[in-house]
C-alpha cells in the first residue's frame, strides 16, 4: 500500500528508516521520470513509500504523529 508520495528521494528514505524502526518493512519506489529529470518538481510525486496492507494504517498514524 502506498503511504505516502516524495518529490526527492532523501526525505523518503527518512520516512522509511522512521516506520523501520518501529518494526514496519517498508519500500520506497522511484518512477522513471525523477531518474530522467532530477531537476526540483520534475516527477513530484512519482517517489512513494509503501509497506504492507496490514500495516497501512499503523505506518500512516506513525508519519502524522511524528510531526505533532
Known amino acids: 500500500t ?3 508520495e516524495y518529490s526527492t528521494l532523501p526525505e523518503a528514505y ?3 528508516g522512521f516506520l523501520e524502526s518501529h ?4 519500500v ?3 518512477g522513471a521520470l525523477s ?3 532530477p ?3 520534475a516527477g513530484q510525486g512519482s517517489i512513494t513509500l509503501c509497506v504492507p ?3 497501512a494504517a499503523e505506518a500512516s498514524r ?3 504523529g511524528r510531526g505533532a
Open 2 to 4: 502506498v503511504i505516502n
Open 14 to 16: 527518512i520516512d522509511k
Open 23 to 26: 518494526g514496519i518493512d517498508a
Open 28 to 30: 520506497v519506489e522511484q
Open 35 to 37: 531518474e530522467l529529470f
Open 39 to 41: 531537476a526540483p518538481g
Open 53 to 55: 496492507d496490514d500495516r
Open 62 to 64: 506513525l508519519l502524522s
